[in-house]
């Protein structure tokens, strides 16, 4: 392995002194700058650098910074110098991508930098350093450091001897360290993504896509390099190592880490090639044999497929682009997980996804999501009937959960069977309606119909037999009888006006209305009446079968009496006689009293008694009857005599 002469690369780059700068101690200070605002960020650094201690610089949210001329012959953006944080948040800085832009690369660091969220690209440098030269303490923190190119050294980012290079969340990706080599020397270009000659610590972070002409496609490094659960995957040297390249110079402890598909040209796959000693921790997996002197420990995988999704870098959530694992793939669950709980990978992947999500955490930048083979339907819980009748149709609860993939309906999550027993019947097994519940992939439970439950939609019947719609005699002994029934619930209550077997009353002339109500025990209800009359008996104080003569005046004479017999005549009941008839024909006969005995042809009251003197003149011989009205009674009374 060929690397480059430090005495070169001293020549090209030249040695800034930076000189201390004395001051009093001040709290960080914090500048905004507005989305485009490329000369306030230009100020910012400038004043930054001009004040000792730490100062914050925070980008707009998503914004855009595109750099059109360098700050000097190399950089876009004043090289920094002293202590500096910028909170990019999102942003993007860029080299303008128009032609005619002259070739800078976008930072250099001789201080302090931190990066944080950021996106720097479109950087160009003819010698080293595309995207980012250092000569300080640099860290990258969630940065997508991406399509810079140097003609010979780092085309994503070049640190210096001495340097410290911090990289952890971030991914380094399409740079290319071969780009504006005039005397296209492929054996002079190291390092497409990373070439470092200082201190090297990469976590969590994805280095992919990378070229370089000689070595290093992904990573170069003649200095110590931590390599801890990053994903190197499809870099490429044109001649030799195009995962990682370790010089005499250098050395790499790496644990967690996968390499997958890098290529060197001239001698097929090249995960791995070091002249410096590698160590690994374990856990470690590569897909060719080019690891194999390394990756020997508890846990190393050599010559295994690594799963990585065949769309290569993409938005898989997270600040920065991934590699996801697909199904299957033999870095799922294969870390190591005590170095995934602790700094720097602290129990998250790249994109901040918690570690493990299965049994143990994975290798590489990318935390699998937990497969979940659903073949099962939702599970569906529902009320069973509660034994009790009901009048109107019952309605069952129902809950639903898929433990899988979800419910396709989230309002499938609570639904209600219910049943559709008819009017007027009545059922102790009556069945829910039922329904379908599907989960999002299309695995369905069905619930219902559930049987069993107790609708009575019918009301009970009443029989009743007594009283009749007839005429009963005053005082007379009438009892009630009836009874109710009810196929469904069964009958909760049978009321009459008076108890069934008991005595109803005829203590008083007039028409009376016996009801009698059934309730079952759903409630339903239903009713039977009957009316009848009580009348007063009619006791004859004369002899209804003895003639008398036609012309003569016959004196009818009757009680008002009960059924037993017993007067109840008043004289505040009045008779009065309506009409007389020959029983054998019908005809109306006259009706006359005799002698104004009877005004207004009502019967007199003496003595417990009523009379009434019947005139018989213009009689025929026959059998007569007259009819009479006895006070509030409503029954037309008759009395018979005979007439010769």
């Not at 855009?64 to 002293?82: E, H, K, R």
């Not at 396709?408 to 559709?420: E, K, M, V, W």
């Not at 003569?549 to 008043?570: E, W, Y």
């Not at 019947?614 to 007259?626: C, M, P, Q, R, V």
């Amino acid at each position: 392995m060929r690397r480059a002469s430090l005495t070169v690369l001293g020549v090209l780059i030249g040695i800034k002194a930076f000189s201390a700068i004395l001051g009093a101690a001040r709290a960080p200070a914090t500048v905004n700058i507005a989305d485009g605002d490329v000369a306030g960020l230009i100020a910012a650094i400038n004043s930054a650098n001009a004040s000792p201690g730490s100062d914050v610089i925070d980008l707009a949210a998503g914004g855009t910074y595109v750099l059109t001329i360098p700050q000097d012959a190399d950089n876009g953006l004043p090289a920094i110098s002293d202590t500096l944080t910028i909170n990019g948040n999102g942003a993007t800085i860029e080299r303008r991508d128009a032609v005619g832009t002259p070739h800078f690369r976008i930072f250099q660091v001789g201080g302090t930098a931190t990066l944080n969220d950021l996106r720097i690209t479109n950087g160009r440098h003819g010698n080293m350093g595309g995207g980012i030269l250092n000569f300080g303490s640099l860290t990258l923190d969630r940065v997508d450091l991406s399509g810079n190119a140097a003609a010979l050294y780092g085309g994503g980012v070049f640190s210096w001897p001495g340097s410290s290079l911090t990289v952890r969340s971030s991914t380094i990706a399409n740079n290319t360290a071969d780009t504006f080599n005039p005397s296209g020397c492929h054996s002079c270009s190291y390092g497409g993504g990373v070439n470092a000659w200082g201190t090297l610590a990469i976590s969590n972070s994805t280095i992919a896509g990378n070229l370089t002409g000689f070595a290093g496609g992904g990573i170069y490094s003649n200095g110590p390099v931590l390599l801890v659960n990053s994903t190197v995957a499809s870099n490429r040297a044109l001649n030799n190592a195009g995962g990682f390249a370790i010089d005499s110079g250098g050395s790499m402890t790496i644990v967690n880490t996968l390499l997958s598909e890098n290529r060197g040209s001239s001698f097929g796959p090249t995960n791995c090639s070091a002249i410096g000693p590698v160590t690994s921790l374990g856990h470690n997996l590569s897909t060719d044999g080019t690891c194999t002197g390394y990756f020997n420990q508890a846990g190393d995988l050599n010559n295994t497929p690594a799963g990585l999704d065949p769309a290569g870098l993409q938005d898989n959530g997270g600040p920065t682009p991934t590699i996801a694992l697909i199904d299957g793939s033999a870095a799922i669950d294969a870390g190591r997980d005590s170095v995934c709980a602790v700094a720097p990978v602290n129990g998250a992947d790249q994109r901040g996804v918690m570690r493990p999500t299965g049994p143990r955490c994975d290798i590489g930048a990318f935390e699998a999501p937990v497969v979940v083979v659903d073949e099962d339907g939702p599970v569906v819980t529902c009320a069973s009937p509660d034994g009790q009748w009901h009048a109107l149709d019952v309605t069952l609860t129902c809950t639903a959960v898929d433990e899988g993939s979800g419910l396709q309906n989230p309002a499938d999550a609570t639904f209600f069977l219910s049943t559709a027993v008819a009017a007027g019947t009545e059922t102790a097994d009556a069945a829910t309606g039922s329904h379908t519940v599907c989960d999002t992939i299309g695995n369905c439970t069905t619930a219902g119909p559930i049987n069993g439950n107790k609708v009575d939609k019918k009301a009970p019947t009443v029989s009743l037999t007594s009283p009749t719609a007839t005429t009963y005699l005053l005082n007379q002994s009438v009892n009630a009888a009836f009874g109710c029934a009810d196929g469904g619930s069964g009958v909760a209550t049978c009321v009459g006006t008076v108890a069934t077997g008991t005595a109803i009353t005829t203590g008083s002339v007039g028409s009376q209305t016996f009801v009698v109500t059934a309730t079952d025990e759903a409630g339903n209800t239903s009713t039977q009446s009957v009316t009848f009359t009580v009348a007063y008996n009619q006791c004859l104080l004369f002899d209804p079968s003895k003639s008398h003569r036609a012309g003569s005046t016959i004196p009818i004479k009757l009680t008002l009496c009960d059924a037993s017999g017993a007067n109840v005549s008043s004289s505040s009941v009045a008779l009065v006689a309506t009409a007389v008839f020959l029983i054998s024909n019908n005809a109306p006969g006259p009706l006359a009293d005799s002698g104004n005995a009877n005004p207004d042809l009502q019967f007199r009251f003496s003595d417990g008694a009523y009379i009434f003197n019947l005139s018989l003149k213009n009689f025929s011989t026959g059998t007569y009857a007259l009819t009479y009205t006895a006070g509030s009674d409503p029954t037309t009374h008759v009395v018979q005599f005979q007439v010769k």
